[in-house]
Structures are given as structure tokens and as C-alpha cells.
């Protein structure tokens, strides 16, 4: 078992520096056991991280004293801490799996960034592996699902993933070393567990080499998957921009592919979008306003081009503008305000910068975001129109209108930031002040 943990860890390059010490995730069952007296016997410096998540009453009490005790018996720093698990899980609206995850999570890395630690070792093995890939085919998460877990993704290593669970309690039980048991690993009602207990039991009996087969389907799709990752990275340049925090996608080079299911799939992933909404929106590419919607994020079609933002939130506040305002915040810009004189002035041609007449301006000024019904008179137009109206033959996108704000001047809209200014508060030749006005990333 040494000889092996040894390989494996040359083998993925988990460890570079020998000496740096490694925040081994302690449980107290055998996997977590085994991989402290590995360590040790490897002479890997290590520190033990236990916590107790307050779901076992005195069990769970029990398993913090004996990993206490066991950082003592190898003479390791031992770090504990205690959570409201269920608390949390309420709060958050997420399963008490997915709450201890991440309290767990949070509760390592701020230890490593204390410390000023590398990695984070765990104690999965290969077991757990086939029980990911199961879980993933039955819940439907894509084919990176497929893969399993890997011995490392960013800080986290998995030093056990080349041995399976029986090899482990054999070599366990050989070393006269103690563990102890979580009765919870019995309860069925936790999806992993399930899997465990009751569905590869039944798979062993068609293939009794199950997990060598699942190894084998995994390590080739894991292939595959390095493929189909660079595609996709070709893909995503080709028809992704990102403007004002939204995502465009173009979708005609992707909609006539017999791929296009699979590939908006994963480019719309992230987002929380499901395979369901992905076959539903690619069979209505063409009804440009059309909205689908993840947790967080809303995805509008508009014209050639897929557009994903986060979720609108409640509406901008109004704020005041005082003559003596020099920056104030509106959305994710800021507004610069400057005083120049008109004689030295020279316009600028950009839709960034609002040069207006200072005297023509009512202080205090109002930022609000334009209504439905607002109107103001265009630069260069006589009449007036609607914002709306504007809008629609600039061809902005609706995720883009939503954030869109007005300037306004005793109730005229004086600009209608990033876009177009009024007519009659422009700079002319009778202008004494101009009053610039710069629209910038904070």
C-alpha cells in the first residue's frame, strides 16, 4: 500500500515539495485512517482538520476526541471546528450534503491561507469514484460527469483514488489500527449512501468486475473529454464577447450543427441552465425577445445572438446630484462631472461624455431609470421621442435597456447615459459653461 500511495503521488505530481505540510481532512473513519498513517509513514509532514457538524449528537462528539487524539499520537497540529449544519442548509435553501460541503470547504482553505499551506489532502478512493460517476448518470450533469473525481483539482488532492475500499480496511486491519464507524453510512437516505447500499450490490451481480469496467469507461472518457474540452475552447472564442457583465453568444455558427445540443449545453452550463431549456431554446432561435431563466441568471434571444445576464435586481434608487457633486455611482459605472469654460471647450464625439449647457441645468439633478413613457428631444432632432423608441433602433438588448438610466432636469430628461443627450440643454455658441459629464468603469 505504501509503495503504491508513493507511485501515485509521483505519478499525478500531487506533492512537488516534500517539505511543505499538507492539511489532511480527518474524519476518523478507516479511508481518513489510513491516509494519516500513510503519511507518516511516508514522513510527509501533515496537520489534521476535523469537524463536527452536529448531526450525530454524542457520536459525533466522540469521533472529534479520537481524531484529537490521534493528532497527538503522531505529534501534528490539530485543527476542529463546530457547525450548525442544518442551520445553514435552511438558510441557504441546500441539502444537508451540499451545506457540510461547504462549511467544510470554507473551514480548510481558511486554515491554509493562515497557515500558508499548499494543499488539502482527502481521503477518497476509488470507490468513491464509481459512486460519483452513478450519482452523475442518474442526476443528469453533462459529460464531465463522467470523468469521476479527480486525484487533484486546484488546491484539493485525493492521494487514495488508486486504492478501492477493501484494500484499504485490509490494510487497516494489518497496521492494528483503529478507526471509527459513522452509523449514518447505513442510512439510505442520503442519494450516496443509496448507491452504495442498494445499487452497486445489484450491478455486481450482472458485472462482478464492475469497478474495473467503470475504471476503464472513465479513463476513456476522460480522453475523450480532454478532446472535446479544446473543441470547446475553440468554439468559445469564436462566439463569445462579453459587454457591460453580459455574455453574447453567437448562435448561427452553433444551430446547424448536428453538436449544437450537446455544445450549448456546456457554453450555458455554468449558468444553471438544464438540458431541457437548451432543446427548448434551440427550437425557437428565431422569436428574438424570448427570455428562459436559470437561478441566477436570465437568457434573452436578440437577433443573431444569445445574451446571458444575472437576474434583475431590485431597481437602481434615484440619487440627487448637487452642484457640487464631482463623481457618483450609477450601476456599474461611475459619473465624473467637470466645469470648463466654453472658450477653451472642445466637444468630444462619443456617447461616454455629456457636454451640456451649465445654466440651462436646474440643480439638484436627478439619475433614475428611464420609464416606459419617458421622452426627451434627441441631439439633432426637433421633435421629440420616446426612450423606448430609441432604444429599439439602436438595437439595444433588453438586458441591456433594463440597466439604461436617465439625467434629469427639473423632469426633462437631460441625458440618457451612454447613449444620447437632449437637444436643448446641448453646448452652443452662447453656452458661458459646459458641464461634462464622463460615464467610466469604477
Not at 469496467?213 to 469564436?238: E, P, R, S, V, Y
Not at 441645468?361 to 439619475?367: A, E, H, K, S
Not at 426627451?376 to 433588453?398: A, C, E, T
Not at 441591456?400 to 453646448?427: A, L, M, P
Request: net charge positive.
Amino acid at each position: 500500500m505504501l509503495t503504491s500511495f508513493l507511485y501515485f503521488i509521483a505519478e499525478k505530481k500531487l506533492i512537488v515539495d516534500s517539505h511543505q505540510t499538507t492539511l489532511l481532512a480527518v474524519s476518523g473513519g478507516v479511508d481518513s485512517v489510513v491516509l494519516c498513517h500513510l503519511f507518516k509513514k511516508a514522513c510527509l509532514p501533515f496537520a489534521i482538520a476535523h469537524c463536527n457538524f452536529n448531526l450525530r449528537g454524542a457520536e459525533a462528539d466522540g469521533e472529534t476526541e479520537f481524531v484529537k487524539a490521534l493528532a497527538a499520537s503522531y505529534k501534528v497540529p490539530f485543527y476542529t471546528t463546530r457547525f450548525e449544519t442544518k442551520t445553514f442548509a435552511q438558510n441557504h435553501k441546500v441539502s444537508i450534503q451540499m451545506a457540510a460541503r461547504s462549511l467544510r470547504y470554507q473551514f480548510f482553505n481558511r486554515l491554509l491561507q493562515q497557515n500558508g499551506w499548499d494543499k488539502i489532502a482527502t481521503a477518497h478512493h476509488w470507490d468513491d469514484v464509481i459512486e460519483t460517476i452513478l450519482l452523475n448518470f442518474i442526476k443528469g450533469t453533462g459529460i464531465k460527469g463522467f470523468y469521476g473525481i479527480q486525484p487533484m483539482h486546484h488546491q484539493i488532492i485525493r492521494p487514495l483514488l488508486f486504492a478501492r475500499k477493501n484494500e484499504i480496511i485490509h490494510y487497516a486491519k494489518e497496521q492494528k489500527l483503529h478507526w471509527e464507524e459513522d452509523s449514518s453510512n447505513q442510512c439510505n437516505h442520503y442519494q450516496r449512501n443509496f448507491i452504495r447500499n442498494k445499487v452497486i450490490p445489484l450491478l455486481h451481480q450482472v458485472n462482478p468486475n464492475l469497478g474495473s469496467t467503470i475504471q476503464a469507461t472513465a479513463i476513456q472518457l476522460k480522453d475523450i473529454g480532454n478532446l472535446f474540452d479544446k473543441h470547446m475552447d475553440q468554439i468559445k472564442k469564436k462566439v463569445s464577447t462579453f459587454k457591460e457583465e453580459i455574455h453574447y453568444l453567437a448562435m448561427h455558427p452553433i444551430i446547424d450543427q448536428p453538436w449544437a445540443t450537446t455544445v450549448t449545453f456546456e457554453l450555458l452550463r455554468p449558468y444553471g441552465f438544464t438540458f431541457k431549456q437548451i432543446k427548448q431554446l434551440l427550437t425557437t432561435t428565431g422569436t428574438s425577445g424570448k427570455m428562459i431563466h436559470s437561478t441566477a441568471y436570465t437568457l434573452y434571444i436578440d437577433r443573431e445572438n444569445w445574451l446571458v445576464s444575472k437576474k434583475k435586481t431590485e431597481p437602481l434608487p434615484e440619487q440627487v446630484i448637487a452642484s457640487t457633486t464631482r463623481s457618483i455611482p450609477c450601476g456599474n459605472h461611475l459619473l465624473h462631472f467637470h466645469y470648463y469654460r466654453n472658450a477653451n471647450y472642445i466637444l468630444k464625439k462619443t456617447t461616454i461624455i455629456a457636454a451640456l449647457d451649465y445654466d440651462k441645468l436646474q440643480f439638484p439633478l436627478i439619475i433614475r431609470p428611464w420609464k416606459p413613457g419617458d421622452f426627451f428631444y434627441p441631439l439633432g432632432m426637433k421633435g421629440r421621442k420616446k426612450i423606448s423608441d430609441l432604444l429599439i433602433d439602436l438595437k439595444i438588448p433588453i438586458a441591456i435597456k433594463e440597466k439604461v438610466c436617465v439625467i434629469i432636469s427639473n423632469d426633462q430628461i437631460v441625458w440618457v447615459i451612454g447613449y444620447r443627450i437632449d437637444e436643448r440643454f446641448k453646448v452652443t455658441e452662447t453656452t458661458q459653461t459646459v458641464c461634462e459629464i464622463r460615464c467610466t468603469k469604477p
